[in-house]
């Protein structure tokens, strides 16, 4: 089953994240509006999805795996569609950035559900503290 909280807050992290370095490392510039936004939600897919796959379960290993996802993703991407060739460096720049920015988000969120309490009244009555029953007075 698909995480769609994490694959959405996957997404706007990658595209806001792309959008600010598309303005500071010149391989970048070349993404528009509508290919950062397909760029994320593919990316973030994918990495929701390989998550399933590989069974990672801490927010090391998610962060790792979507640091691979997000790198290759942006650079195959604006391979194929965009007949760009992007600098390694502005990739693996921006795939730490987004990468790091998931794992802080993964672990507020995890302290978040941590800090929750349930409360369950599963207690019995106390039957030492109980009045007696004046049925059964003698």
């Known amino acids: 089953m698909v995480n769609w909280n994490s694959w959405l807050r996957r997404t706007v992290f990658t595209f806001l994240a792309l959008f600010f370095l598309a303005y500071l490392v010149p ?10 936004l397909l760029v994320s939600l593919l990316s973030a897919f994918l990495a929701t ?3 399933n796959v590989i069974l990672a379960d801490t927010p090391a290993k998610k962060s790792v ?12 991407y604006a391979f194929v569609f965009m007949r760009e060739r992007l600098s390694l460096v502005g ?3 921006a795939a730490v950035l987004i990468s790091v ?3 802080f988000s993964q ?7 941590g800090r929750g309490v349930t409360i369950e009244d599963n207690t019995e009555p106390n039957e030492d503290n109980t009045e007696p029953n004046p049925e059964h007075q003698e």
Do not use: N, P, R
């Not at 391989?27 to 950062?36: C, E, I, K, N």
């Open 101 to 103: 920015l998931d794992y």
């Open 107 to 113: 672990a507020q969120v995890g302290a978040d559900t």
């Open 91 to 93: 990739v693996v720049l």
């Open 49 to 51: 999805v390989g998550e």
């Open 27 to 36: 391989g970048l510039s070349a993404f528009t509006v509508t290919h950062l």
């Open 65 to 76: 795996l979507f640091f691979a996802v997000v790198g290759l993703t942006i650079y195959f």
